[in-house]
């Protein structure tokens, strides 16, 4: 019992002092068919970004296909090994950090969480193949030196059945990358993820339910936030890491916190008081807690200049209220 104080006062003491360090400040670079050029990166920089997430995909036909595809002359540029490094490059180039997050499609939008194999030979298939998908984007994120890789996203029925492998390929990731390990689950995953002790970082996808109102208040939206606020540092405690959220946001529309997961276009209307309020919130909130690291705002286009705005109901802060309110946050907290 001694021992365990001791060690919680000691992760405590440690997350208390990385509060005083400036957070991870960051958006979701959403990968495009073409290069990311200076003025793609320097709208990033202009809401004093420090760190964005560069995302490599791999695409499965359905739920029971074992075979990834990835890295092919089939896919838009940003989504490749060769589009990633160039993405990363021009980024570190304005003095932005870098996370490589890999992620699956899989076809017509079936969630990864429910990926799951009916037969041994397909499980191993889908090992073998994750592992190649994985390990080629290791190897790219340590050439360009990036700061944290993901090791997979929002993938909790592959995880479950097959919690062996996970700690055998982060072990594999290990040997060929040198930084900082994550993995982003998703916010009603997060608590079951056996394998956090092996990584440097808790993700979460933070789509936590904030609200029912049409438009909350930035107060109403805080108070939402209290449990989940308690269940984080506890998990947090627990596991010894702090939380980093692997992306978060709301859209611009009506009821943004109710369900903030939903990406359909069955949620009609604009509203950019509900998008403003909740992501004040989430920031105000979580922001000052020493156990919690920062986060990867979901989604920024590179060409920032034709993406949101008035018109758009979707995830994107760009052009809208909620960008001038990004930036003088990530300012306060970059110091």
């Not at 920089?45 to 420090?50: C, G, M, W």
């Not at 964005?52 to 940003?78: C, S, Y």
């Not at 540092?233 to 939380?243: D, G, K, L, N, Q």
Request: include cysteine; charge should be negative.
């Amino acid at each position: 019992m001694k021992n365990m104080i001791l060690l919680l006062f000691a992760f405590v003491l440690l997350a208390s002092c990385d509060a005083q360090q400036s957070k991870i400040n960051a958006v979701s670079f959403v990968a495009a068919g073409i290069e990311a050029a200076e003025e793609h990166v320097v709208a990033v920089k202009r809401i004093n970004a420090n760190y964005a997430t560069v995302m490599p995909f791999g695409f499965i036909k359905d739920l029971e296909t074992p075979e990834i595809m990835h890295n092919t002359d089939r896919q838009w540029f940003g989504e490749t090994k060769a589009g990633i490094m160039q993405y990363a490059r021009m980024l570190q180039k304005q003095n932005i950090s870098v996370m490589v997050k890999p992620q699956i499609w899989i076809w017509r939008g079936e969630f990864t969480g429910y990926l799951k194999m009916d037969s041994e030979e397909k499980w191993k298939q889908l090992e073998d193949s994750y592992t190649a998908f994985i390990l080629t984007y290791a190897e790219a994120a340590q050439e360009v030196n990036a700061e944290i890789f993901c090791i997979g996203t929002e993938l909790e029925q592959f995880i479950n059945h097959r919690p062996e492998y996970w700690s055998t390929l982060i072990s594999e990731v290990k040997k060929v990358y040198k930084g900082k390990l994550t993995y982003a689950a998703n916010w009603d995953e997060y608590k079951r993820v056996p394998f956090w002790k092996e990584l440097d970082y808790i993700g979460v996808d933070a789509y936590f339910p904030i609200s029912e109102s049409k438009t909350p208040s930035v107060e109403e939206a805080k108070k939402g936030w209290q449990n989940w606020k308690k269940e984080l540092f506890e998990v947090s405690t627990i596991h010894e890491r702090p939380i980093v959220f692997t992306e978060y946001g709301y859209r611009s529309v009506d009821f943004a916190g109710k369900e903030p997961w939903k990406s359909d276009r069955s949620m009609p209307g604009i509203n950019m008081e509900a998008q403003t309020n909740l992501t004040k919130a989430l920031i105000e909130e979580l922001y000052p807690e020493s156990w919690f690291k920062g986060g990867f705002i979901w989604k920024w286009f590179i060409e920032h200049d034709k993406v949101g705005g008035a018109e758009n109901n979707q995830f994107t802060p760009q052009n809208k209220p909620v960008e001038e309110e990004l930036k003088r946050y990530f300012s306060l907290y970059s110091k």
